[in-house]
């Protein structure tokens, strides 16, 4: 039986994180659906992880923290942080200590949901704006 309450406890407390991480991003309910619709996994086994009734295997993990901008780790175990403490800057060069902020995760998942031809025309705003400012 305290196996048992474990196995619940263990699921309850990845429901807390994966919720707390959906929150952050602010998306619509047809934005996560999409989201997770390219993560290839059924609405019913979202519900169930946000319930905390299920799991997602091992080898999900990864791809579903990458897609919540958050560590595997934290969201699997709640091992600090949250985020990722490492970003590349602006010539795609990694920097140590740099973590993404909420909004920056939001930002960057909702890039994600983009049509191809949505994100070219993002890019090329972003650019030229980054060009203005750089004058």
Known sequence: MNRTLDKESIRQE?????????EELRLTPPELRRLFDQF???PQAVRKWLQGLA????ARVPHLASLLGVR???LLHGEGPMRPSAVADTRGEWQAGVSLSPREVRLITRYRLLASD???AVDLIVGSLARTRES
């Open 72 to 74: 595997p780790a934290w």
């Open 40 to 42: 290839r996994v059924s």
């Open 55 to 58: 799991l997602p295997t091992p």
């Open 118 to 120: 949505q994100r070219a």
């Open 14 to 22: 990845f429901a807390a994180r994966l919720r707390k991480a959906v």
